[in-house]
């Protein structure tokens, strides 16, 4: 690929894949009782009321039974990523789920999208700042559901935030 190229990077859950409706879902499952939202905030805690313990006992059976192949596309993402494709695009995935569920991450763009993406990036949850590996793609565009991400990069000409009216906290450094 010639640095000429067009190139976006992507994130995925709140941008291409309702993450929320998914673990929503998963945990009224698993915990087999309706599962009540206190607000719209990124932390799970916050979000369904749940302990910590809780919320890292959720996180583990989402991934352990495929939780992370089973997100539904979000309205209109599939022909959003069409014509990404379309308009000379290369697409990159950066997300902050772990490695070990990259096949699961790859699977679910397909089956929801039809899209498998340049490349894909899995950065783990509070791992690994994305703008790192994002800077070093160099991209012209990045979208994120996440403003922290957003204001994090340097050198990024069109940022576009996917707004879900949700609680935007700083995460620790």
């Keep these: 690929m010639k640095s000429t190229d067009k190139k976006i990077v992507l994130d995925v ?3 291409l894949l309702d993450f929320i409706g998914g673990i929503t879902a998963f945990a009224q499952e698993y ?3 309706e599962i009540i939202i206190h607000g719209k905030f990124f932390d799970l805690e916050q979000r369904f009321g749940l302990n910590k313990k809780q919320v890292d006992e959720l996180w583990q059976a989402f991934g352990e039974n495929g ?3 089973n997100l539904k596309a979000f309205d209109g993402a599939k022909i959003a990523v069409e014509k990404i494709i379309a308009a000379g695009f290369t697409p990159y995935v950066v997300t902050g789920l772990d490695y070990k569920f990259e096949n699961q991450r790859l699977d679910n763009l397909y089956k929801e999208l039809n899209f498998v993406p340049h490349q894909i990036y899995c ?5 690994s700042p994305k703008n790192k590996i994002i800077e070093k793609i160099n991209p012209d565009i990045f979208i994120d ?6 204001h994090k990069v340097h050198g990024v000409f069109h940022l576009a935030w996917i707004d879900h009216s949700e609680e935007q906290f700083p995460e620790p450094e």
């Design 67 to 69: 939780g992370w192949k």
């Design 31 to 33: 915990f087999n009782q």
């Design 145 to 150: 559901d996440n403003l922290l991400h957003l």
């Design 13 to 15: 859950d709140g941008v």
């Design 123 to 127: 950065m783990g949850h509070g791992q």
